[in-house]
């Protein structure tokens, strides 16, 4: 553990940190979820406290998971909510972390009562798209502020892992985004990442498998890179 040896560089900092997966309800005990644990948020905003920094954790969905000691939370459940409380408490942070996993779509209808089964098939579910919280973000932007994104990515018949996570850095306008390989068990609900972090600046770097508490110190050690820079 390198608790010991943690700078406080994060010092004077209002850091918000988001987590977990955000829940998208059909009926009143129904959703559309996923399957992020809310781990690698929980370490960011864990590491963030520890380094100095004032840091509110905006939780969705996670497993079952200590208190980050230090921290404010707030929960929320769709991305609905999430956007909200982003919006208002980046308005004074220096560092927003977006790396809770926000559905891109929700039911488009929300049913008052539990919907029942009948003796024929269901309609399909229709489904609208979600807010993009972190494009957002970026639009209403404050001076200096930095902005760090997730992308977990597969690969696939139009590139690969990285050739998706520098077009997403580009669409999205973030400083920094944060790339997880995922697939064949890697990432969602295991203690190791591994990826690359890609800043705007086009500089990229690989990332060691490690624990998410490790990771998150070399995330957060790019961020203060690039608030020094
Ligand atoms: N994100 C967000 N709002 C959304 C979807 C995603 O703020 N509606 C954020 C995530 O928190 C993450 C980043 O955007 O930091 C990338 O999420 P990802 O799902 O990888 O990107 P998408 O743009 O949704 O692209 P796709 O799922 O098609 O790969
Ligand atoms: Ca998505």
């Known amino acids: 553990d390198r608790q010991d040896a943690l700078p406080r560089d994060l010092e004077g900092r209002r850091v918000v940190v ?11 005990v129904r959703y559309l979820g996923n399957r992020s644990s809310g781990k690698q948020g929980y370490a960011l905003a864990r590491t963030a406290v520890q380094r100095g920094a004032e840091v509110t954790l905006v939780a969705a969905a996670t497993v079952s998971l200590p208190d980050v000691a230090g921290a404010s939370l707030v929960r929320v459940g769709t991305a609905e909510e999430l956007r909200e409380v982003m919006h208002r408490t980046a308005a004074d942070a220096d560092i927003v972390v977006m790396a809770a996993a926000v559905a891109d779509f929700r039911p488009t209808d929300r049913a008052t009562y539990k919907i029942k089964k009948t003796d024929r098939d269901p309609d399909p579910i229709a489904l609208t798209r979600n807010p993009d919280i972190l494009a957002e973000l970026v639009q209403s932007r ?62 990229e770097r690989a990332v060691a498998l490690s624990s998410k508490s490790h990771m998150a110190s070399d995330i957060w050690d790019a961020i203060v890179a690039l608030i020094e820079a």
């Open 18 to 28: 988001s987590a977990g997966g955000t829940r998208e309800p059909l009926d009143p």
């Open 142 to 203: 404050v001076n200096g502020q930095v902005i760090v994104g997730f992308a977990a990515e597969t690969g696939d018949s139009a590139g690969d892992v990285l050739e998706h996570a520098r077009a997403k850095l580009k669409r999205k306008g973030a400083d920094l985004l944060v790339v997880n390989a995922v697939g064949e068990g890697k990432a969602f609900e295991t203690e190791d990442n591994s990826g690359w972090l890609l800043s705007a600046d086009g500089s």
